[in-house]
């Protein structure tokens, strides 16, 4: 079962939403909070910079955010072995989050079906050809 990019887009934020609230409901200070909270501004900035129906100014490809998932589940997971003086329920909630993260990226689609998203990136592409060649009618003279 592969999880649309609409799906992930939802889980994206609902995920920051949790990060963010976690610490908090748990009494959680210090590294865990400072990283949780990191991680949730993070992931919302990265989500509204991807190209899917979630993003509101596309810049990411949607391998490039999940390049940046599996970055993140690997530090939640690093940081869950590595944080030995933080509270032993905030370690297992890192880590959970971690394999979490990283069992979305392996079952997400990477391209977005809507045409939305299609038309979008077909349109930072058009941009990009004509400054390249602004670019390149201006070095060759």
């Known amino acids: 079962m592969r999880i649309p990019t609409h799906i992930h887009g ?5 995920a920051g939403v949790a990060l ?6 748990m009494g959680w200070h210090g590294t865990t909070r400072t990283l949780m909270d990191a991680a949730a501004v993070g992931s919302a900035a990265y989500a509204l910079a991807t190209d899917y129906e979630w993003g509101a100014a596309p810049m990411l490809t949607m391998d490039q955010h999940l390049a940046i998932d599996t970055a993140q589940g690997i530090g939640f997971l690093a940081a869950a ?3 030995s003086n933080e509270p032993r329920d905030a370690r297992l909630a890192m ?3 971690g394999l979490f993260a990283l069992t979305v ?4 689609e990477r391209r ?4 939305h998203a299609d038309l979008r990136r077909r349109e ?3 941009g990009q050809a004509m400054a390249d060649s602004s670019l390149e009618s201006v070095t060759a003279q």
């Open 95 to 97: 880590a959970g989050y």
């Open 105 to 108: 990226v392996a079952l997400s």
């Open 20 to 25: 963010a609230a976690a610490p908090r409901a």
């Open 124 to 126: 930072i592409a058009a």
């Open 81 to 83: 072995a590595l944080l």
């Open 112 to 115: 977005p079906r809507n045409q």
């Open 10 to 14: 939802m889980i994206d934020y609902a």
